[in-house]
């Protein structure tokens, strides 16, 4: 079955440094990917999307790369805040056209003053 | 942008009550919402896929007589917890997808946390 598996230690950062989040899947061949952001006792707000044809996507200070091949996404925040302390969630397309996404359980991200 | 809003926030009931939430998409709309429960730090788990007037589809384990799902306009879709346990409380977050593409992004509601006593 498909599985998606992100790091579920909390990642603690200093703030102005990079920010590496990470995906991996497993049994699957997704036509996309996404990433969002989740702040606690709040629903997701989506962040980027990648294309299986695409091997990187930047908007602003995030960057996602997506390896097909290593059936990894790495999502990078560059310059971090404190204010881009949250959960980070990947997900991809299920299986079919169908239009369901499949998340992962999430990377908490603290980034300290 | 594409809002959703979700009712109750938060809600309290008593076991063997039924409590119904509330997904709108306010300013477009969707033929396609999503139904998702979240344990604390845990992933969202897919629990249907409600289809604007049609009968929802439900992952495998959910039990599709205890989680109602009504989908009956274009802005409006709506989970009713039957006699709801315990065992059922959690976070429950819905999401919506403008019509036309199967594979943008999701738009989420900000969720109801479900207490049942």
């Known amino acids: 079955s498909q599985k998606i598996e992100q790091n579920s230690e909390a990642l603690n950062i200093q703030e102005g440094k990079t920010a590496t989040l990470t995906c991996n899947y497993t049994?699957?061949?997704?036509?996309?990917l996404q990433w969002y952001r989740q702040d606690p006792g709040r629903g997701p707000v989506f962040l980027l999307l990648?294309?299986?044809?695409?091997k990187e996507k930047r908007k602003e200070r995030l960057k996602v790369t997506f390896d097909t091949t290593l059936k990894q996404s790495l999502f990078h925040i560059t310059a971090s805040q404190p204010a881009d302390s949250a959960t980070y969630l990947c997900?991809?397309?299920?299986?079919?056209?169908?239009?369901?996404?499949?998340f992962g359980q999430g990377t908490t991200l603290q980034v300290k003053p | 942008g594409a809002v959703v809003s979700q009712h109750p926030s938060r809600v309290i009931c008593k076991s063997g009550t039924s409590v119904k939430i509330e997904c709108r998409s306010l300013d477009f709309q969707a033929t396609t919402m999503f139904w998702y429960r979240q344990f604390p730090k845990k992933s969202l788990m897919l629990m249907a896929t409600?289809?604007?007037?049609?009968?929802?589809?439900?992952e495998q384990g959910v039990e599709k007589d205890k989680f109602l799902i009504n989908h009956a306009s274009l802005t409006l879709s709506t989970l009713t917890v039957t006699s709801a346990h315990p065992e059922d409380s959690s976070f429950y977050i819905c999401?919506?997808?403008?019509?036309?593409?199967?594979?943008?992004?999701?738009?989420f509601g900000n969720g109801t946390r479900l207490t049942v006593t």
């Open positions: 990648i294309r299986e044809n695409e």
């Open positions: 997900a991809l397309a299920g299986s079919g056209n169908t239009g369901k996404l499949i």
């Open positions: 999401s919506a997808r403008e019509a036309g593409s199967y594979n943008s992004p999701l738009h």
């Open positions: 049994n699957y061949s997704p036509a996309y």
């Open positions: 409600s289809n604007e007037g049609s009968k929802a589809t439900y």
